[in-house]
């Protein structure tokens, strides 16, 4: 499902750069942010870096074993 959201230029902005640096869409930049923020705000005590970590390890969990959902 997609929903059109409003957000700011400079957000925009910010995202088309990093979204080159990263080789993401605009939407899959955007998206990228609002996953680590949403955790970053979830788990205070964690760290950037352990945050990106634990996506990366959930990726190649999934690349491993298609199809599983984790509870």
């Not at 950037?48 to 990726?59: N, R």
Request: hydrophobic share 40%; glycine share 8%.
């Amino acid at each position: 499902m997609t929903t059109a959201v409003r957000i700011t230029d400079e957000l925009v902005r910010g995202a088309k750069i990093f979204s080159k640096i990263d080789n993401r869409s605009l939407t899959g930049q955007i998206e990228h942010w609002a996953r680590i923020g949403k955790c970053a705000e979830e788990n205070p005590d964690l760290t950037y870096g352990l945050i990106k970590d634990m996506f990366i390890g959930l990726a190649e969990f999934h690349i491993v074993f298609p199809g599983t959902i984790l509870n």
